[in-house]
T-cell receptor, first 112, second 114 residues
């Protein structure tokens, strides 16, 4: 009965490849988010979706493209992966904008 | 613009000692503040939020608007409190309107020694 789940948990890939990370929440929340946690543990928001609509895009390169097929899912597709993309990516959801967020377990992406 | 500052990257205390993790914020509106905790290799979990004024796992935090602070305190630290602690502020995003975003501080790694 995991509330926010992400797949895969680990992802190792080479530079230049395209990869996707999936996120699902079964909490009935309206809002979902993607965060990037770098090697220094700094957490930064990338995107926010509310009712399947993109509402926050925090100057993320356009190689990153989120997709929300429905309110319960927010996937992240990354084109032409670069070394600097290596990080842990967290998905989160909240009942509405501005409410407390519930985080997924994270996806550790390593680009070689 | 909204900013959250956690001045201490690392904090080490002994079991049973009081602990205070500092958080200062900058925000022009009325903020909503949170503390999140991340145990080793686990997901972030909400620890507490200022509007609920509750105590979770012995931790409390009081919003001081005059000092723009939201420090996290616990009178007697336990070894299981060792974790990364993030202070976060919910405020309007740059796009304005009703778009809120959560801005995190850089985190404080708390180590409680036996």
């Amino acid at each position: 009965d995991t509330a926010v789940s992400q797949t895969p948990k680990y992802l190792v890939t080479q530079m230049g490849n395209d990869k996707s990370i999936k996120c699902e929440q079964n909490l009935g929340h309206d809002t979902m988010y993607w965060y990037k946690q770098d090697s220094k543990k700094f957490l930064k928001i990338m995107f926010s979706y509310n009712n399947k609509e993109l509402i926050i895009n925090e100057t993320v390169p356009n190689r990153f493209s989120p997709k929300s097929p429905d309110k319960a899912h927010l996937n992240l597709h990354i084109n032409s992966l670069e070394l600097g993309d290596s990080a842990v990516y967290f998905c989160a959801s909240s009942p509405r904008l501005g409410y407390e967020q519930y985080f997924g377990p994270g996806t550790r992406l390593t680009v070689t | 613009a909204q900013r959250v500052t956690q001045p201490e990257k690392l904090l080490s205390v002994f079991k049973g000692a009081p602990v205070e993790l500092k958080c200062n914020y900058s925000y022009s509106g009325s903020p909503e503040l949170f503390w999140y905790v991340q145990y080793s290799r686990q997901r972030l979990q909400l620890l507490l939020r200022h509007i609920s004024r509750e105590s979770i796992k012995g931790f409390t935090a009081d919003l001081n608007k005059g000092e723009t602070s939201f420090h996290l305190k616990k009178p007697f630290a336990q070894e299981e409190d060792s974790a990364m602690y993030y202070c976060a502020l919910s405020g309007r995003s740059r796009s304005g309107g009703s778009n809120y975003k959560l801005t995190f501080g850089k985190g404080t790694l708390l180590t409680v020694n036996p």
